[in-house]
C-alpha cells in the first residue's frame, strides 16, 4: 500500500480538498458574503488610508482568522448534522458555541479595525 500523504501528489490532494472547502463555505453558507464584505472593505480602507506594515499585518490576521472561525463553525455544524437532524441538547449546545466564536472574533476584529483605522479617520477629518 502506497502513502501519499507525504509526497507531492498527497499534496496536492489536500490542496485540492481545501479548496473543494472554501468552494462549499462560499457557496454553502450565505453568511460568508458578509464576511467577504467586510474583507474588501477593510483591504481598502487600509490601502486607502496607507496603513503601516504592522497595521496591515493586524487586518490580514483578523480577516483570516474570522475567515477560519467561519470555517470551524461551518464544518462542525456538518459533523453535528451528520450525527443527527433531530433536535438534540447538546448538539445544539455545541452549535451554539461554534456560532459564538465567529461572533467572538468578529467583534475582535471589529475592536482591532477601530484600534488601526480610528486614528488615521480622525487625522484625515482634523479631529
Request: net charge neutral.
Amino acid at each position: 500500500m502506497s502513502d501519499d500523504r507525504f509526497t507531492l501528489k498527497g499534496r496536492l490532494t489536500a490542496f485540492g480538498f481545501a479548496l473543494k472547502g472554501l468552494q462549499f463555505l462560499w457557496a454553502g453558507e450565505p453568511t460568508t458574503r458578509f464576511h467577504a464584505a467586510g474583507s474588501v472593505l477593510a483591504i481598502v480602507a487600509a490601502w486607502a488610508l496607507g496603513l503601516a506594515s504592522w497595521e496591515w499585518a493586524l487586518v490580514i490576521l483578523m480577516i483570516g482568522l474570522v475567515w477560519f472561525a467561519e470555517a470551524v463553525n461551518s464544518a462542525l455544524e456538518r459533523a453535528c448534522d451528520a450525527i443527527t437532524l433531530d433536535r438534540h441538547p447538546m448538539i445544539g449546545k455545541a452549535k451554539d458555541l461554534a456560532a459564538a466564536s465567529v461572533l467572538i472574533m468578529a467583534l475582535t476584529a471589529l475592536g482591532v479595525a477601530v484600534v488601526i483605522f480610528g486614528p488615521h479617520v480622525l487625522a484625515l477629518v482634523g479631529a
